[in-house]
C-alpha cells in the first residue's frame, strides 16, 4: 500500500520564527521547528523528517509539497550539484547542503516519489500539513514549545490465522471380549513361535476386557453394522475381531 504525506515549512519573517510539519493522517503527524530560519529550510526539513521518521518502511511513500525549490532540488538539481561538490553552476555554494545531504542519504534504497500540490488550495494533506507548521513556528515567535504530534507508526500486523478446529472427540467404549485362548493374550513384543500356544486348548470360560476408543462416526457406522446383522454391538465388534 502507498503511503501519502504532505510535507511543508513555515517562517515568520523569512528569516525568522520557522516551523515544519508531515502529515499523513490524524494518527500520524510530526512537527517542529526553530527559533530562527528560512521557509525553505523548514520545507526541506519537513522532507527529512518525514524520510528519517518512516525508515524500514517497504510501501512507496508519496510525498506532496506546495514548493517547487523542494522538488527542482532534489529531483533535479541536486546530482550536478554533488558532482561539482555541492557547487552551483555559478560556482557558489549550494544553500542549505546539511539538510540536503540528510535528504540524499535518506533516499537511498527508498521507492519515493515528490508530488507538487498549490499551497493554500484546499488539499487536505497540504493544508493539514501547512497548518501544522504555522502553529511550530508561531510557538518559536512566542517562546513556546510547539506540538510535537504523534510521529510514525507502521500499519498494524495482520490478525493472525485462526487455530485449526480441534478432532472430533472420540467415545470410549468397553465391550466384553471371550478370549480364544486358555492362556493369556501374548505380548506384542513375544516371539511367533508363542504365538502358536494354547491353540489347541479348550475355549477360556471367562474373559478379559478390551478398551477400543471409537469416534462418534465410527460408533455409528458399527452400530448400523449391528443392526443389519441382528446382532447386538458388542457382538459386532467381536466379529470384527
Known amino acids: 500500500m502507498t503511503i501519502t504525506a504532505a510535507a511543508d515549512g ?12 508531515w ?10 521547528g526553530s527559533p530562527h530560519g528560512t521557509n525553505n529550510q523548514g520545507e526541506l526539513r519537513a522532507v527529512l523528517e518525514l524520510l528519517q521518521a518512516t ?21 533535479k538539481w541536486m ?14 555554494p549550494v544553500l542549505n547542503r546539511d539538510l540536503l545531504e540528510g535528504i540524499d542519504e535518506a533516499l537511498r534504497g527508498r521507492d519515493v516519489s515528490f508530488t507538487w500540490v498549490k499551497g493554500h488550495a484546499g488539499h487536505p494533506l497540504n493544508e493539514a500539513a501547512d497548518a501544522r507548521a504555522n502553529a511550530a513556528a508561531t510557538a518559536y515567535q512566542k517562546k513556546q514549545e510547539p506540538e510535537r504530534g504523534p510521529g510514525f507508526t507502521a500499519a498494524p500486523a495482520p490478525a493472525p490465522a485462526p487455530e485449526p478446529p480441534a478432532p472430533a472427540r472420540r467415545e470410549a467404549v468397553a465391550l466384553p471380549v471371550v478370549a480364544s485362548s486358555a492362556v493369556p493374550a501374548p505380548a506384542l513384543w513375544a516371539e511367533a ?6 491353540l489347541d486348548a479348550p475355549a477360556a ?3 478379559i476386557a478390551l478398551t477400543v476408543a471409537l469416534s462418534p462416526a465410527e460408533h455409528a457406522r458399527l452400530r448400523d453394522r449391528a443392526d443389519a446383522q441382528g446382532i447386538s454391538l458388542e457382538e459386532a465388534l467381536r466379529r470384527l475381531i
Request: proline share 6%.
Open 23 to 32: 502529515y499523513i493522517d490524524d494518527k500520524r503527524w510530526a512537527a517542529g
Open 10 to 21: 513555515s517562517a515568520l519573517g523569512n528569516p525568522g520564527p520557522n516551523g515544519w510539519a
Open 79 to 92: 546530482p550536478g550539484w554533488k558532482r561539482r561538490g555541492w557547487r552551483k553552476s555559478d560556482g557558489g
Open 193 to 198: 513361535s508363542d504365538l502358536l500356544d494354547g
Open 205 to 207: 470360560t471367562t474373559g
Open 55 to 75: 525508515t524500514g518502511i517497504d510501501e512507496p511513500l508519496v510525498i506532496e509539497c506546495d514548493s517547487r525549490y523542494v522538488i527542482d532540488s532534489v529531483t
